[in-house]
C-alpha cells in the first residue's frame, strides 16, 4: 500500500512566480537561442554543420527560468551535454543497427555517468538521444556532433545566461561553477 501512498504527493505546489523574473525567463531564452538558431539557418544553412539541437530548449527552461536549480548551474548545463553527446556517438557507432537498443542504452547510460560526474542535466538525455536518432546530418557528423553543435551551443547559450541572468536585480546566476 506505501507504494501508491506516495503518489498522492506530499509537498505543496510551487508558488506563482512574479512577471518580472517571467520576463527575465523570455528574454535569457530568446537572446540564448536567438545565436545558435542564427548560426545554424543563416550562416551554416546549406552545408554539414547543424548548429541547434532539441536539447538547447530543454536546457533554456533551466538556465533561464529555474536559473537556482543545481541541474541549471555552469558544470551541469557543459558537463551533462558533453557527456551525453560522447555517449551518444559511441552508441549510435557501436549499436546503429539496433536503433531501439543504441536510444536506451544511450539515454540510460547518459544518465549514469553524469549522475557519476555530478554533472546531471536533463536535456543532456536529449542530448544522446539525438546522437543516435538524428538525421544523417546528426550521425554524419560523427564526434565532431560533440564539437558542434553541443560544445558551441551550449558555450553560447552559457553565455548568454551569465550576463542576463546578472542583469535582472533579483538574479544571481551562476550558484556555484564547480
Avoid: C
Amino acid at each position: 500500500m506505501s507504494f501508491f501512498k506516495k503518489m498522492k504527493g506530499g509537498s505543496q505546489s510551487p508558488s506563482v512566480v512574479s512577471l518580472s523574473e517571467i520576463i527575465w525567463s523570455w528574454l535569457g531564452a530568446f537572446l540564448g537561442i536567438t545565436p545558435v538558431a542564427f548560426l545554424n539557418y543563416n550562416i551554416f544553412y546549406g552545408n554539414d554543420l547543424v548548429y541547434i539541437i532539441g536539447s538547447f530548449g530543454a536546457s533554456a527552461v533551466l538556465i533561464y527560468g529555474a536559473v537556482r536549480s543545481p541541474l541549471a548551474q555552469p558544470r551541469n548545463l557543459v558537463g551533462g551535454h558533453l557527456v551525453s553527446a560522447v555517449i551518444g556517438v559511441i552508441a549510435y557507432k557501436l549499436f546503429y543497427p539496433f536503433p531501439w537498443f543504441a536510444s536506451s542504452f544511450a539515454v540510460a547510460t547518459a544518465i549514469a555517468v553524469m549522475h557519476a560526474t555530478k554533472t546531471l542535466h536533463p536535456p543532456g538525455g536529449a542530448t544522446a538521444l539525438i546522437a543516435v536518432i538524428g538525421s544523417e546530418k546528426i550521425h554524419a557528423l560523427g564526434f565532431w556532433y560533440i564539437l558542434v553543435p553541443v560544445g558551441v551551443g551550449v558555450v553560447i547559450m552559457l553565455i548568454v545566461a551569465l550576463i542576463v541572468n546578472n542583469l535582472a536585480k533579483n538574479r544571481r546566476y551562476p550558484e556555484y561553477w564547480y
